[in-house]
């Protein structure tokens, strides 16, 4: 059976002053600089050999210019039509506190929940961070930050598409915002115009947020016969 791969977002967003969405990328860039991260410049292309192991972060900031975003839940699916799989081996929720030097609440988590690795179809199904402070919930802030951390390991040779997704805890907004966006547009100019519905469970963009190609293992044979190859090519050398 052909293992169904997208990287499913659910976002519980909250939102208090003004009405407001998220953005959220998969990206293959951690670092930070003064709690802000590196914008992607376009949706992650990756290619592994099967065994091999990769990260890929989760990035988030909230749309609007001003109002919070209390709470972020988040399913990582893949979907593959070949028969490529990758396997969860460590999902990690970012819980930073205290303002950046803009004076810019970067996220307050007050519970996480990190879900289940490894159900069908999801790498990561139903992890959620929600703030309940009433003094300090903004948990997005207006410029980009490191949500979370996944590392995975290519299973089965061929082609996974990680989507950005709606996922049961859905997106909520308290002031009326009903759509958010995922990842990067096709040429990586911008972000994905896709408007997705906070409350449709599912919703996607329609571009992969990312594409892992896993290669097969070389067969001890082929091993064999490229090193004769070599040794024979080394040869001619010698004798020339």
């Known amino acids: 059976m052909k293992k169904l791969a997208a990287l499913a977002l659910t976002a519980a967003l909250t939102a208090a002053g003004?009405?407001?969405g998220a953005i959220v990328y998969l990206s293959t860039d951690g670092t930070t600089t003064n709690g802000v991260a590196n914008q992607p410049t376009a949706n992650p292309t990756l290619t592994l050999q099967q065994g091999e192991t990769a990260t890929l972060y989760v990035l988030g900031k909230r749309s609007g210019a001003s109002g919070s975003v209390n709470s972020l839940g988040l399913n990582i699916a893949q979907q593959s039509g070949n028969g490529g799989s990758l396997t969860a081996t460590n999902w990690s929720i970012n819980d930073p506190e205290g303002t950046n030097p803009d004076g810019d609440p970067i996220k307050r988590w007050q519970g996480t929940a990190p879900g289940t690795l490894n159900t069908p179809d999801f790498l990561v199904f139903d992890s959620k961070a929600f703030a309940v402070s009433g003094t300090f919930n903004q948990t997005l802030a207006g410029n980009l930050r490191l949500h979370g951390t996944l590392t995975f390991t290519a299973t089965t040779p061929g082609t996974v598409n990680l989507f950005l997704q709606v996922g049961s805890g859905t997106i909520s907004e308290t002031n009326g915002s009903t759509t958010s966006t995922f990842g990067r547009n096709a040429d990586g100019s911008g972000d994905d115009p896709t408007a997705v519905n906070n409350a449709l469970i599912g919703a996607a963009s329609q571009i992969a947020d990312a594409v892992i190609t896993i290669t097969p293992?070389?067969?001890?044979?082929?091993?064999?016969?490229?090193?004769?190859?070599a040794a024979a090519l080394l040869g001619r050398r010698r004798r020339a």
């Open 18 to 20: 003004s009405a407001q």
């Open 217 to 229: 293992i070389p067969e001890p044979a082929s091993m064999s016969l490229l090193g004769l190859g």
